[in-house]
T-cell receptor, first 115, second 113 residues
Framework: AQSVTQLGSHVSVSEGALVLLRCNYSSSVPPYLFWYVQYPNQGLQLLLK??????LVKGINGFEAEFKKSETSFHLTKPSAHMSDAAEYFC?????????????FGTGTRLLVSP | DTAVSQTPKYLVTQMGNDKSIKCEQN?????MYWYKQDSKKFLKIMFSYNNKELIINETVPNRFSPKSPDKAHLNLHINSLELGDSAVYFC????????????FGPGTRLLVL
């Protein structure tokens, strides 16, 4: 079975500061990894994903994440936080090799950005 | 030109009632999903259909029955609603199964009184 652990239910940063949201996964097969963002009262939007190939993945809105197999991690970063980044962020894992993608989500991290 | 739409957006009902939530995608995708997000924001997959065929059925009470009349629609019918069914239900779709990105609808907020 696959699982995801997101460390920290809340992360607070100042505008302009580095954003680091942590995600560790557990998977017995090579994982596909995703970061989704959820703004208040909205659905989820894909930020970025790792399937195969380059381990540093760039996404929308200046976010990026690095797949580190040795650490079973897929942390999300952004060099400089913006007020509009305040939202709930979800890390997810799936085994795409089975042919049918079932996303297993972490419990989410709320990013708070202060002026 | 909404990609994945759900109706209704809000649903308030009494315990014991039967209700349906509708989902439509205009992306031409083959695969659709239902997720449940509880009050602690935890998201869990419930069902998935690929070309109108059920392919994922998680441990969900029999009171929940998905129906896919065609590739673009996946509806969720819930019988005998219980307090614990209160949650936000998200529909999603993807081009096909596998590594494809899932596109989520705006969610239906269900409150059972």
């Amino acid at each position: 079975a696959q699982s995801v652990t997101q460390l920290g239910s809340h992360v607070s940063v100042s505008e302009g500061a580095l954003v680091l949201l942590r995600c560790n996964y557990s998977s017995s097969v090579p994982p596909y990894l995703f970061w989704y963002v959820q703004y208040p009262n909205q659905g989820l939007q894909l930020l970025l994903k790792y399937t195969t190939g380059a381990t540093l993945v760039k996404g929308i809105n200046g976010f990026e994440a690095e797949f580190k197999k040795s650490e079973t991690s897929f942390h999300l970063t952004k060099p400089s936080a913006h007020m509009s980044d305040a939202a709930e962020y979800f890390c997810a894992v799936s085994d795409g090799r089975t042919g049918f993608q079932k996303l297993v989500f972490g419990t989410g991290t709320r990013l708070l950005v202060s002026p | 030109d909404t990609a994945v739409s759900q109706t209704p957006k809000y649903l308030v009902t009494q315990m014991g009632n039967d209700k349906s939530i509708k989902c439509e995608q205009n992306l031409g995708h083959d695969t659709m999903y239902w997720y449940k997000q509880d009050s602690k924001k935890f998201l869990k997959i419930m069902f998935s259909y690929n070309n109108k065929e059920l392919i994922i059925n998680e441990t969900v009470p029999n009171r929940f029955s998905p129906k896919s009349p065609d590739k673009a629609h996946l509806n969720l019918h819930i019988n005998s609603l219980e307090l614990g069914d209160s949650a936000v239900y998200f529909c999603a779709s993807s081009q096909k199964a596998g590594e494809e990105t899932q596109y989520f609808g705006p969610g239906t907020r269900l409150l059972v009184l």
